[in-house]
């Protein structure tokens, strides 16, 4: 059994819609109703000798759709009516029904009621009147059928028989958003084409404006005389509807553009969009300056983040965003810097979510470092000292890193962090003499015990200790001791 989704099944049909036009472009979508049915209209007069007929054309259609793992019952009548009852009560499934010209009474005659289009209540009041199929209901007088049923039962009849018109309202497809420009003398200079690609931007963002829409990608193509093209594409972060600010994106990939023999024509086309309402004006008050900038929402941010990725690449500003993680190299990644700009934590695993939420995941203030190094590294732990002053519990009396010493004056801890151990970790009470400790962390099954210490000249690491010998030699090592980060 599978889950009834109406608005999965409302997405498909409006895609199919996009791939039917390849038949007609007089399309509608009929939509979900009370009967459960749903399907396409297609009006394929003064189209089907383009497939070589009307049945040519059917066999097309259903042959495309069984590749594309779709299941249809097609029908083809001179009316909408007759298309319909043919397509749900004559075609089987995976095969066409297609009713002769002019000859729909007779050959839909036998038909059950239900080829009608009628509501569940009519049907039913029918039905218990003995009134089961089209023959039974041609034969009944016009005028008690209207008033015991009103219009409904009438007007089903005379549009499948085709007396009463019944026109589709087609979905129309959206055009592009295109501009082009035509010289009447093939062009060299940058001067000119940058001129052309302000009118072109300025015309485009004013059909946008209409339609409340944003440009989010934009293609400029140029077209030589020698039949060569060259294509330049920008992306903004968020939808933007500013000449100027989509110009600069331009701009630094223009000055090495080859103009050829010559440029004949320009192109700009905008391949994404994003709906965008109008911007309410602010009244400047006599004290602020004419050039401040009030930018509460961010937009001159992601205007700034458009034109550095312009020029260093696309998807190269990012930002660190946390993680639902308890396991510290897990707990931070990276995004684009315009990317869920509303969301504070990325998603993770449930059980994850679940620890950081809980009583041991609330942690205070200073507790994590700011500085975590890509890869932990490890210290070697200085020898004992038996003259040393006592000073406060430390686990270790200092440690060299990087060939530095660092005696330690104070510390805090152990914190214990063990692996996931839904994901197949290593339990806590188990070792592994010859697996490398890093391979563990990746899987993320390594137990670390955590310290924060602070050194006698007051640096602050973040060192831990494997309290398992699930490591021996690592990088020429003896030491179960490792630095992961370093605090402000």
Known sequence: MIEADPIADQVCLDAMLTWAR??????????????????????????????GGEQALLEDFEARLRRLGFASRLGLADTPGAAWAAARSLASSGASARVPEGEQRTHL??????????????LETLNRLGVRTLSDLLVLPRAPLTRRFGREVCLRLDQLLGRVDEPLSPEMERLPYVARINFAE?????????????DLLDSLCVRLEKDRRGIRRLVFEVFRVDNTAERIAVGTGQAVRRPEHLFRLFRDKLDGLDAGFGIEFLML???????????????RTGA?????????SGRDLALLIDRLEARLGS??????QRRASHIPERAVGFV???????QTVLPGDAREVALL??????????????????????VDPLPVCSDAPPVRMVPLPGFSWRRQTYPLAAAEGPERIAGAWWRGALPSDRSREEQSYFTLCEDGGAVREYWRVESESGARFWLFYLPFPVMRKEAGHQSRWFLHGLFA
């Open 288 to 296: 602020e300056s004419e050039t401040a900038v009030a930018s509460k």
């Open 22 to 51: 390849r038949y007609t472009p007089w399309l509608a979508v009929e939509g979900l109703d009370e009967r459960g049915g749903a399907g396409l209209w297609l009006d394929i007069t003064g189209c089907s000798h383009l497939f």
């Open 269 to 283: 086309t905008v391949t994404v969009t994003d709906p965008m309402e109008s911007e309410q004006g602010r009244i």
């Open 109 to 122: 005659a036998a038909l059950p009621t239900t080829a009608l289009r009628l509501s569940t209540r009519t």
């Open 186 to 198: 093939p062009i060299g200079r940058t001067e000119d084409v940058e001129a052309a690609l302000h």
């Open 315 to 320: 998807g190269r500003i990012v930002r660190p």
């Open 336 to 342: 684009r810097a315009l990317d869920r700009l509303n």
């Open 357 to 378: 939420h809980s009583d041991i995941g609330r942690l205070r203030p200073g507790v994590r470092p700011i500085h975590l190094l890509p890869k932990p590294e490890p």
